[in-house]
Nanobody
Framework: QVQLVESGGGLVQPGGSLRLSCAAS????????MGWYRQAPGKERELVAN???????SYADSMKGRFTISRDNAKNTIYLEMNSLKPEDTAVYSC??????????????WGQGTQVTVSS
């Protein structure tokens, strides 16, 4: 119903930058909140940032000032620009997209995840 394709993960040195993207495809009535989550080994999944269809943005406190989320509604795609990366940012980053399949049927879709490793 909703397919997500993520890209942009990889290995980067501390202080470096990466840009993640997540493109949604499928069929829906409307698309709402889109965001990024991450899960480090041995830790619970946590919100990185999300962005509403109206452009309203929320960031986790530890990402403010370093990460920037953006959205291209025409392409149903979100991006996560990550700067000043730290080893503790190492995690699997997953995209989350919320849609209305029909007027009364919401659906949340998750991407397969992309590995981000920050190491020298």
């Amino acid at each position: 119903q909703v397919q997500l394709v993520e890209s942009g993960g990889g290995l980067v040195q501390p202080g470096g930058s990466l840009r993640l993207s997540c493109a949604a495809s499928g069929s829906w009535l409307s698309i709402g909140l889109m965001g990024w989550y991450r899960q480090a080994p041995g830790k619970e999944r946590e919100l990185v940032a999300n962005i509403g269809s109206d452009g309203t943005i929320s960031y986790a406190d530890s990402m403010k000032g370093r990460f920037t989320i953006s959205r291209d509604n025409a392409k149903n795609t979100i991006y996560l620009e990550m700067n000043s990366l730290k080893p503790e940012d190492t995690a699997v980053y997953s995209c989350n997209v919320n849609v209305l399949l029909t007027r009364l049927r919401p659906f949340a879709s998750w991407g397969q995840g992309t590995q981000v490793t920050v190491s020298s």
